[in-house]
């Protein structure tokens, strides 16, 4: 699918986007806006890091959505040119939301840089979106594990190591992006003039609040790991004290019944008449004193 669109106003503007361009789109593209052939083939290659290359006619910057789909952007004097990329399961990032504010802001913003605003401007808010998510992820796991819904530990683990993978891998595409709107900030590429990065400051300002909101999430989940491994060991040990008690409960008990079945010929109490129902009430009471002593340690 391939979307273009052309403003006008007091100067003329170019907006081009594709989805998973072919190799015919993409020479066609080249040719046409004069790309330069390393940037074309990181498009063509994917899997590229949030980056931005300057070019004598025009620049080239990877940025990542929410979900981790690429996003290619060109722009020269009076084009702009977007790449969008499926991810695994066959989505892509929606360009209409971008595609509408910057129609609502016509006849009075019209050059490349404006519209780089924007589409990293909504690229940035979907990660807070994405950011919410995991925090909801997370409280829901926090509250199984202090509340004692989720008894189960390998689903727990899972669940922690999951949500810590994704923000891991979330935090490898916010990042780099910090670097990239620095750069655009401070170098000047082509096409951005100063009222375009008075603009691009704001979205500068967002991304280093998504970087702390990650940085933040992160802390929180290896608390909420620290505070899991913490519960099972605690709950270890509760069951070693129960199992240490009964065991010392159990030895006075054994003690007295190996005493008395040593069969020993010169025993004096192996002919006393009460002296199956003393053994056995010794170790009656060794049992009952045992077992409140722990008790009152709280430890039964």
Do not use: C
């Amino acid at each position: 699918m391939t979307i273009s669109r052309t403003w006008s106003h007091d100067r003329r503007l170019q907006w081009v986007d594709l989805v998973d361009p072919s190799e015919d789109e993409l020479a066609a593209l080249q040719q046409e806006f004069d790309l330069h052939p390393l940037a074309v083939e990181d498009v063509r290659n994917h899997a590229q890091r949030p980056k931005l290359e300057q070019y004598p006619t025009h620049s080239f910057l990877v940025a990542k959505s929410a979900a981790l789909q690429e996003i290619d952007l060109f722009w020269g004097a009076d084009w702009f040119l977007s790449v969008r990329e499926r991810d695994a399961g066959g989505d892509v990032w929606d360009v209409e939301s971008a595609a509408r504010r910057f129609e609502r802001t016509q006849p009075h913003e019209t050059t490349p840089g404006f519209l780089l605003y924007v589409v990293l401007d909504e690229l940035v808010d979907g990660y807070f979106d994405a950011v919410d998510i995991a925090e909801d992820r997370l409280e829901v796991v926090e509250d199984g594990i202090f509340g004692e819904q989720l008894r189960d530990e390998a689903e727990v683990q899972q669940r922690l190591f999951d949500i810590r993978r994704e923000l891991l891998l979330f935090r490898r595409a916010v990042v780099p992006l910090r670097d990239v709107v620095s750069a655009l900030l401070r170098d000047g590429p082509v096409g951005l003039d100063d009222h375009a990065r008075v603009y691009l400051q704001d979205v500068y300002d967002h991304v280093l609040r998504a970087v702390d909101l990650v940085d933040s999430q992160r802390e929180l989940m290896g608390n909420a790991v620290d505070a899991h491994l913490a519960i099972i060991s605690n709950r270890m040990n509760q069951v070693m004290k129960k199992m240490t008690s009964w065991g010392a409960i159990l030895l006075g008990s054994t003690l007295v019944a190996g005493i008395y079945g040593m069969n020993f010929d010169h025993m004096p109490e192996l002919r006393w008449t009460a002296g199956y129902p003393m053994a056995l009430g010794l170790m009656a009471l060794i049992t009952v004193v045992g077992f409140l002593y722990f008790r009152r340690k709280d430890w039964l």
